[in-house]
């Protein structure tokens, strides 16, 4: 037969498999039986060699016809419970329980099973003619175990001119998915299309519509496969890696698994689902199972994998995992698994992923007190999901855990780590608590220090898409060192914001952002003219414009507008849904008032709003109220489903949902409150959740930020986020000096304080306490304004690098630095908000005249490029300068400044500019007005918009009749507005994007 480009690939393919990876290949003597997709022979076999008793048992007592009796058995249970179900468990046949496979053992000392698993028949078919009414038809390659085939392969050749993603798949797309080998559940449990360049992956095929979804490793950061030195293909690693026998057989014992999905509005069951890993999600938790086996416990870990990547089903094998892991035949790597989520209520997804992945037997869920904590890490489940908060708790009154071995994953790590939270956790999970002599009297103390230290019975595995430089240092790995030789810290795994989005597993948040800018005037409304404090009363004039009826009337009117045109119908069945970012309790409540009352007014339908916050906001009666009475007394774990199904499309939020909230109908974002760094990187993110087939684009209008900061922080965290640089011990040494020299406090104070500090806290000791640190207060009360703030600020950086230091360091710190931070602790406590000399500005001090609102001219590119990161450096040591006072000014100065850097002689122009937009988007909604540019002459159209443009900016009268009036008075304006508005309408150019 002629060889071919295809021909050779699943030949190179097959040979490694038979010479390497533990495979049979085709062999006349175990022919496949299309019609029972089964390799009958292969299956016998198997039960032969690793079942021998129960084997015999079944051919005494069916001599002739026993071999038939198993395979009969077999698909019987194969047509019940599925091909997974078949392989996890057993089948009966004539009262003898037999097995299919045997899965590797979790350790060598069972010999009996060591042996079973050596038995198992591993065969790659190639060439199957898998339909028994399409002979013709056949597939490249069948993987089978033990004669059950559970992965089929369409191969393609690059150099041939065909690839995975078109004919590979095209070619699954033609054939009858009803075939026994291609049935979903019964038939092959993975599909494979793969060629020399990419693989993809499906565990259900369904024609034109199956959802593939690629199996790469990524190269240099990005999507596909980077060419190994002397390799052919760059997708060898997957027979040479996945596919080899020990592999293979551990990811479809451990990591495939069947489930029954749940509707979360209707509690109703869905369609079953076959769960199979990614390949980042394989690759990562076989990773750190390696490390952790070979490192032991003791050790930090840092999995920086892109938001939306599946981060709850690759923390959900982890623990799986985790919790069967043996260095050999009779030890534990860890005697317990702990997920813990940083968020105040346990993360539903979370721990529902993990009891699924776990079969739920061994996992508890610990969603209560402290208490509740304790027994079930005294239980006997192996797995326990719980936050962080409750090991604050049991601090004090957890058992001593010898010789327990604890594996902690950590969801969040950027947020969990790094406080006092962190040190109980430590406590808790330290083995025999912390040894020091109870009667000593510094015993306290030294307890706290040495709590602070990473205990060498504890693993940490840290999950974050978002690492921060603290984050980087204490969990992740030392990987070279810079130009001026620093170290490098990077993740120990990395499935980046770029490999995801240029897979198409998530979108490119940025890609439909738009920025905003906002010009207002500003009239001094009191007679007297105080002089305040420049920097303060700008912010609270600032505020007070955020604030404003007319502000936030404009604001809503471009969300609505926007959303009406460009949202509403993104998604089929009005499922398109948008978040309004707010910056605070009152601020969301008051824009979704402003929101709610634009939509009445417009008489738009299927509009309404949900609000969310935490905590209570007063009402109008000045009763505290959450955000459950806002709602309409809808429940607050009620509102994620209600705002999913609901009728509400628009969801106003303040400091919520802007983290872990995983919606893929939202697809705009209206950004009203600053955000930076990490936190515009996580909020913006809700974004990019998929939504196959639909949901082609995104929309963020930004009425606050700069798109330039914004862009540089995805920038960061685009590709692998970096630390050059490391903590330097010596910058703690340098605050505390700086803070001695203060002359606040004196050592004798410091000694005096950590003696009742150390001993039992009765009231007496508590009232000791407050000796030295009232005498301390006194001192600081002497200084001058600008000492005292330096002193303030100096206390807080060292409390900080001391948390932090402590708990890098290879030794505990020194028992008179703890005392120090506790004494730092309890005498800011004591400080007062500094009073200004200057005038507090009156709630009453300004009128807000008019706010317009109108898209940059120049928007700023928000592509993201490889290689374009910035990486995290460590700051500079020592306190920094002081800081000044603050400068002070009439307030009357201070008006004249912010009207003329946001509105000022522009004041017209910006007016007009909002004005004609504002009519753009009236007319372009109007069905009337589209029917009289089909049926008028141009000149007539031209002339009917230029009439309207005069009745809209007339409108405008009653918000600034001074402004209305000048402009009512220039006819070219408002004629060249009209004749530009009407020309967009004609050619049907609206404006593309936001």
Known sequence: MKSTPEKAFESAVVAHLTAHGGYLGNDAGAPYDDKAALVPADL?????????????????????????????????????????????????????????????????????????????????????????????????????????????????????????????????????????????????????????????????????KTRWLPFNRGDDGGKGNALEPGEANRTVYLWRDV??????????????????????????????????????????????????????????????????????????????????????????????????????????????????????????????????????????????????????????????????RFAVIIDEAHSSQGGELSRALNVALRPEGVEVDPDAPEARTVRKAKARQFPPNLSLFAFTATPHEKTLELFGEKKGEDAQGKPIFEPTHLYGMRQAIEEGFIRNALEGYVTFERFFKLTKKVDDDPTVDQKKAIARLRAHVDQSPKNLARKAQVIVDHFVRKVKNALPDDQARAMVITNGRRMALRMRQAIDAYVKKKGYVGMGTLVAFSGSLDDEGGTA??????????????????FRRGPERLLVVADKYQTGFDEPRLVAMYVDKPLAGRQAVQTLSRLNRIYPPHKDRTFVLDFVNDGTKVHAAFQRYYECTRLEGETDASTLEALRQQLDAAGVYTQAQIDAFTAAFDGPQTDAALEAQKVPLQAAYAAYEKLAPDARRDFRRLAGKYRVAYRFVSMVVDTPPPVELEARYWFLWRLTSMFEPEKTEAAALPDDAVDVNWVALRKRAQQPDMALAPGQGEAFTQPGEGGGNAPTAPPVAPLSAIVELINQRYGGDSALGVFALDAFEGAKTQFAQNPQIHSAAKSNPRAAFVKLIRDEVRSVVTALFDAEPGLTLTLLGDNDTLDDAGTLIAADLLDEMGPEGA
């Open 44 to 208: 016998l076999a198997f039960v032969q060699a690793s079942q021998p008793a129960a084997y015999a048992k079944l051919k005494a007592a069916h001599p002739t016809d026993a071999d038939d009796r198993l395979i009969a058995a077999l698909q019987a249970k194969r047509s019940a419970a599925g091909t997974l179900g078949l392989l996890h468990g057993r089948f009966d046949c004539e009262g003898v329980e037999l097995e299919a496979v045997q899965f590797p053992p979790s350790h060598e000392a069972n010999q009996t099973l060591s042996a079973a698993y050596a038995a198992n028949r591993l065969r790659a078919l190639r060439q199957v003619h898998h339909d028994p009414t399409r002979p013709k038809d056949s597939i490249d390659l069948v993987l089978c175990v033990n004669g059950l085939p559970w992965a089929t392969v369409e191969l393609k050749s690059r150099t041939a001119g065909w690839s995975a993603a078109k004919q590979g798949q095209a070619q699954y797309a033609e054939r009858d998915g009803d075939a026994p080998l291609l049935r979903f559940r019964t038939g092959a449990l993975v599909h494979f299309a793969v060629d020399d360049v990419e693989a993809w992956m499906t565990t259900r095929l369904a024609g034109k």
């Open 243 to 404: 596919w080899a026998r020990d592999a293979w057989l551990g990811l479809f014992h451990r990591f495939v698994f069947e489930f029954t999905p749940t509707d979360e509005d209707t509690g109703k069951k869905l369609p079953p689902r076959i769960l199979f890993p990614r390949f980042h999600q394989w690759d990562a938790v076989n990773l750190l199972l390696r490390r952790a086996r070979e490192d032991g416990p003791g050790r930090r870990y840092l999995v920086q994998h892109s938001a939306g990547s599946g981060k709850s089903n690759t923390i959900g094998w982890l623990a799986h995992h985790l919790a069967a892991l043996y260095t050999d035949a009779t030890h534990r790597v860890f005697d317990k698994v702990v997920v813990v989520s940083d968020r105040v209520v346990l993360d539903g997804q979370l721990q529902d992923t993990v009891r699924a992945i776990s079969r739920g037997a061994e996992v508890a869920c610990v969603d209560a007190g402290g208490e509740a904590l304790k027994e079930a890490l005294a239980g006997q489940q192996r797995i326990i999901v719980t936050t962080l908060q409750k090991f604050a708790v049991i601090e004090d009154v957890v058992d001593a855990r010898e010789g327990d």
């Open 625 to 642: 109220r959450t955000e459950s009475y806002f709602n309409g007394g809808l429940a607050e774990d009620k509102l994620p489903a209600r």
